[in-house]
């Protein structure tokens, strides 16, 4: 009895992130070669080490080149700051993939030759990530981003790394892409990267130099893309000490954010102890800078987890939040220049009612506005 193909398809589909069971379907059966190979190759994700071996993939397999559309580069995150990951590697198979909209790159130097390939055979990115990438000066960072014209979401890292500092161009708006609506900020730590990626003393004291810096870029590229286009923000960060560490420098500031329709603050917290307002300090400070008459929606969603040697991440619990300056917050929600606002979003563990009730008693008004909505997770 032979199989209808729309079955087999469902069930490759169910098995799409198990790389075994799909080459063995792919030798299974020429009829499923198609599905599997989708699954496959619709998103790669490469070290430097295997670029040569998929570049000889391409070449023996021209099929399958337009079925990449999800590319990941990725580098070993502890690298020294001297030689990162990807320093020498070869970008010819870049050449093979016409069909590449997202790009996640880790590790990456910019040289001009690498940055020429990246924007000669990446025309159609749509969605570009980088993370502890390492460019010439950050006006070789703006023009990268102003070579991929159909660009709408841009994400970074606060570890963005440049040799040189020449003076960034005054007209930063002229270079990027118009259809460029989403910005994602922010490097949340990740306790279960493995030991051969921790940072060493050095690099930690490095990179804390260049997120001061990059912060900076951060504030830049806000202003430049908040009076025009930008309609959608993320800030996600993971550090010891909240928000106050990572905006113990400069705060940023949306005030030029005239457009934006959402906002979302993603921590990922690593201490000990119970978590208490001075860890989202500068959570309310930045509502306060917020000057939208669109913004509908506002996020904060909050991790944390214990020890360096424990992977375990847990939701901080709506109990844990009721020690958080509501006051405030409710101060910065109240301004006249949020009219739209509809909803703040507030992602926690445990029972909804006890956050509830603490705002209901203490904060009534805000209680009575029902604009914070809670929502409940369950742990894995």
């Not at 690298?79 to 010819?92: K, R």
């Not at 730590?189 to 912060?215: N, Y």
């Not at 847990?314 to 109240?334: H, K, N, P, Q, Y």
Request: aromatic share 8%; net charge negative.
């Amino acid at each position: 009895m032979r199989l209808p193909l729309e079955l087999t398809d469902s069930v490759i589909d169910h098995l799409h992130n198990d790389e075994r069971t799909l080459s063995v379907c792919a030798l299974t059966c020429r009829a499923w070669l198609p599905t599997v190979r989708f699954h496959r190759f619709h998103h790669v994700s490469l070290s430097c080490d295997a670029t040569r071996r998929f570049h000889e993939v391409l070449l023996a397999s021209p099929e399958v080149r337009a079925l990449v559309h999800t590319l990941e580069l990725h580098g070993q995150l502890g690298w020294p700051l001297d030689s990162p990951a990807w320093h020498g590697a070869s970008y010819d198979f870049l050449k093979l993939l016409p069909a590449v909209t997202e790009a996640k790159l880790v590790g990456v130097y910019f040289e001009d030759s690498v940055q020429e390939m990246f924007v000669a055979n990446l025309m159609g990115l749509t969605r570009l990530t980088t993370y502890r990438c390492r460019f010439r000066s950050f006006y070789f960072f703006v023009t990268l981003i102003g070579s991929f014209p159909s660009l709408n979401t841009l994400s970074f890292s606060l570890s963005l790394i440049w040799r040189f500092h020449f003076p960034s161009p005054s007209d930063i708006p002229s270079y990027l892409p118009e259809g460029l609506r989403t910005l994602k900020l922010g490097e949340p730590e990740d306790p279960r990267t493995s030991g051969d990626e921790q940072m060493t003393m050095r690099e930690m004291l490095m990179l804390e130099i260049h997120a001061k810096r990059t912060m900076e870029v951060a504030q830049q590229l806000v202003d430049a893309l908040g009076p025009g286009t930008l309609e959608g923000l993320e800030f996600a960060v993971g550090d010891a000490n909240g928000l106050p560490r990572i905006f113990e420098h400069q705060t940023l500031n949306l005030a030029l954010c005239h457009r934006l329709q959402t906002f979302a603050i993603k921590m990922l917290f690593c201490k000990g102890g119970p978590i208490d307002n001075d860890d989202i300090r500068g959570f309310s400070e930045m509502l306060s800078t917020l000057s939208s008459p669109v913004l509908a929606t506002l996020m904060l969603s909050l991790h944390v987890h214990r020890a360096k040697d424990d992977p375990t991440i847990r939701r901080v619990t709506f109990s844990e939040m009721c020690a958080f300056d509501w006051a405030g917050i409710e101060a910065a929600l109240a301004r006249g220049s949020l009219p739209g606002l509809r909803s703040l979003i507030v992602e926690g563990g445990g029972e909804t009612a006890v956050l509830e009730d603490h705002i209901a008693r203490v904060l009534p008004r805000l209680h009575a506005r029902r604009v914070i909505q809670l929502v409940p997770h369950s742990e894995n």
